[in-house]
């Protein structure tokens, strides 16, 4: 009697074991949207091959193959004409370093696999275009759609969000879905790519979004 509980309590933890493997997430990560990148899929941060070239302030012209090269580059060598594009690919090397080094996977997410307009609306307002630090101060504990004067928002697909507001023009890409925390939950890594409306002025941004529990709120606990 003693044997046969010992081999149905080895076949409960087995099967428990497995059942909680299954339902580990699994990771992401939005490759598409990695302009320049011509290695296709990594499983290293080295390995990633890019073919992106920008001009310098001397009039010469630097061809970037790979992160690393990215990461050492001085932005102020970059033209100013092209220094958005490269610190959106400075961002996309930082995305791809985060999923590559720091990440692991999730045993569960409170994030649906499909954003909805609801969801967006949810985000914190620091998730928005911050300009300084008075604007930051004014955006905390909102979220996006009680902080902005008007709000449009349109899902373009599963990782891309296009969002009007009163001032500009945002587009946010999930560049990452993992847990970069190691708290075991799924976290979302989020490129935002703004330009002010009826301005010159626009900008690139990359941070992290949590969400710990079906009812709490979305916070924003890193940002590059």
Same mark, same amino acid.
């Given at each position: 009697?003693?044997?046969?509980?010992?081999?149905?309590?080895?076949?409960?933890?087995?099967?428990?074991?497995?059942?909680?493997?299954?339902?580990?997430?699994?990771?992401?990560?939005?490759?598409?949207?990695?302009?320049?990148? !011509?290695? %296709?899929? *990594?499983?290293?941060? $080295? +390995?990633?091959?890019?073919?992106? &070239?920008?001009?310098?302030?001397?009039?010469?012209?630097?061809?970037?193959?790979?992160?690393?090269?990215?990461?050492?580059?001085?932005?102020?060598?970059?033209?100013?004409?092209?220094?958005?594009?490269?610190?959106?690919?400075?961002?996309?090397?930082?995305?791809?370093?985060?999923?590559?080094?720091?990440?692991?996977?999730?045993?569960?997410?409170?994030?649906?696999?499909?954003?909805?307009?609801?969801?967006?609306?949810?985000?914190?307002? !620091?998730? %928005?275009? *911050?300009?300084?630090? $008075? +604007?930051?101060?004014?955006?905390? &504990?909102?979220?996006?759609?009680?902080?902005?004067?008007?709000?449009?928002?349109?899902?373009?697909?599963?990782?891309?969000?296009?969002?009007?507001?009163?001032?500009?023009?945002?587009?946010?890409?999930?560049?990452?879905?993992?847990?970069?925390?190691?708290?075991?939950?799924?976290?979302?890594?989020?490129?935002?790519?703004?330009?002010?409306?009826?301005?010159?002025?626009?900008?690139?941004?990359?941070?992290?979004?949590?969400?710990?529990?079906?009812?709490?709120?979305?916070?924003?606990?890193?940002?590059?």
């Amino acid at each position: 009697m003693r044997q046969v509980l010992i081999w149905l309590m080895l076949t409960f933890t087995i099967i428990g074991c497995a059942t909680n493997f299954n339902k580990m997430v699994e990771p992401e990560f939005n490759w598409k949207e990695f302009t320049g990148l !011509v290695s %296709g899929k *990594v499983d290293r941060y $080295e +390995d990633a091959v890019l073919d992106y &070239g920008l001009d310098t302030m001397e009039n010469g012209a630097l061809h970037f193959r790979n992160c690393p090269q990215v990461e050492q580059t001085n932005e102020e060598t970059i033209v100013e004409s092209q220094y958005y594009f490269f610190k959106l690919l400075l961002r996309n090397c930082k995305a791809l370093k985060l999923y590559c080094q720091e990440g692991q996977r999730a045993r569960t997410s409170y994030f649906q696999k499909a954003l909805t307009k609801d969801d967006i609306r949810q985000w914190p307002a !620091v998730a %928005g275009p *911050v300009m300084n630090d $008075e +604007d930051m101060s004014r955006r905390q &504990g909102k979220t996006l759609a009680a902080y902005e004067t008007a709000f449009d928002v349109s899902i373009q697909g599963q990782n891309a969000i296009k969002l009007t507001t009163g001032t500009d023009h945002i587009m946010y890409y999930i560049m990452a879905r993992y847990d970069f925390n190691q708290d075991g939950i799924e976290d979302l890594l989020v490129r935002m790519s703004w330009h002010v409306r009826d301005a010159f002025g626009k900008g690139t941004d990359l941070f992290i979004l949590e969400k710990t529990s079906p009812t709490s709120p979305i916070t924003l606990t890193w940002r590059f």
